[in-house]
């Protein structure tokens, strides 16, 4: 009888949240509910047969993003989804028994990938009201470290940590890979891609999957020191970007009125809930991203439950008591789900008649 090797039947597996078709506004994923740009997807649309046959070339892609970016190509890894560039250095800079410190609460995926791995996680626990834990990071760091990956801002909590503390992080560090996920990156404008190539063991990793409208082409991009980057294509396909992405790469990089509009709705809208969550009661932490945590305590699962049953899909966040991550759509769906939220709020909750 064959076998998976021991790491990988030890390995919790990642359940998409992607199964009720009878919801019709996903508020669980941090998409964008409002779309791509139309110029994107009239570039898509545009796209012969001719071109759909032939395997793709991801040269000038790179090229695009460097300039965008700022940076040299050499510099700049293009990724089928930010997914793919966590994984690949997962792959590339842990051996069994090596250890990835993430800050917890945390994206589920790094854990799942450092495992693919054999080596060890060494979660951090985030600061009282989910604050970043620089001194904890620092303590944490031994001679087996090999990889940390700090997400800025974080996911599911939507807080920022300050410059000077990844910093910290980066000099303490030297013989390890320190990634900087900044898939949010959008809709807060703090970044250390500036920093990329000064820094060899800084790696930043951006998504189009969030303010850009593409979770469903699988475009990220992953910048690091170039003699980094050029060991790290060696494990990589030499065809792992589809042909609709690279297609419509500079479309959405030139499209920076429509990014610029999206983003500012979001951040009317997530302003905007948070305040009328607040006047309800509920807690909700200060957000720099396109989500919102917010605390409901035991009323946790009848809003989670109720909500679907009403076509609304919310995230459950096991790892954060009594919360549910919300993610913001137009400024309509929100007051869509805000009404179907105070109808719920307004039953009796089902943990009182038990109590």
């Not at 951090?124 to 001679?143: K, R, S």
């Not at 790469?249 to 607040?278: H, I, P, S």
Request: neutral net charge; charged residues 25%.
């Amino acid at each position: 009888m064959i076998k998976v090797r021991e790491c990988i039947r030890g390995m919790r597996e990642y359940h998409s949240p992607l199964t009720n078709a009878k919801v019709d506004l996903r508020l669980d994923l941090n998409e964008s509910t409002t779309g791509c740009s139309p110029r994107v997807l009239a570039k898509i649309r545009s796209l012969d047969s001719k071109l759909l046959a032939l395997y793709p070339r991801r040269e000038a892609g790179e090229k695009l993003i460097a300039d965008f970016l700022g940076l040299e190509p050499a510099e700049t890894f293009l990724t089928n989804g930010a997914d793919e560039g966590i994984d690949i250095l997962c792959r590339a800079y842990l051996d069994a028994r090596d250890e990835m410190i993430i800050v917890v609460p945390a994206f589920a995926m790094y854990e799942i990938f450092a495992q693919a791995s054999a080596a060890k996680t060494v979660r951090v626990p985030a600061m009282p009201d989910y604050n970043f834990p620089v001194e904890g990071i620092l303590q944490a760091i031994t001679p087996r470290t090999r990889l940390i990956v700090i997400t800025n801002p974080n996911n599911p909590t939507g807080i920022l940590a300050a410059r000077t503390d990844i910093l910290r992080v980066l000099q303490a560090a030297p013989d390890a890979a320190v990634l900087l996920d900044e898939a949010y990156f959008d809709f807060c404008g703090e970044t250390l891609v500036d920093q990329v190539g000064r820094i060899p063991n800084l790696f930043v990793t951006r998504t189009f999957s969030k303010a850009y409208g593409l979770a469903g082409v699988r475009l990220g991009v992953l910048a690091g020191h170039a003699e980094q980057i050029g060991l790290l294509r060696r494990i990589a396909p030499p065809f792992n970007i589809n042909v609709f992405a690279l297609e419509c790469l500079a479309e959405a990089l030139d499209d920076r009125e429509f990014v610029k509009a999206y983003v500012n709705q979001v951040r009317r809208t997530r302003e905007w809930l948070r305040g009328e969550l607040e006047k309800m009661g509920f807690k909700c932490w200060p957000s720099e991203t396109n989500f919102l945590l917010a605390y409901f305590g035991e009323l946790r699962l009848q809003i989670l439950q109720g909500m679907e049953a009403q076509g609304i899909a919310l995230r459950d966040r096991p790892d954060c008591e009594g919360c549910l991550r919300i993610s913001i759509g137009t400024q309509q769906e929100m007051e869509r789900a805000l009404a179907v939220l105070k109808e719920i709020v307004a039953q009796k909750p089902a943990w009182q008649a038990v109590r």
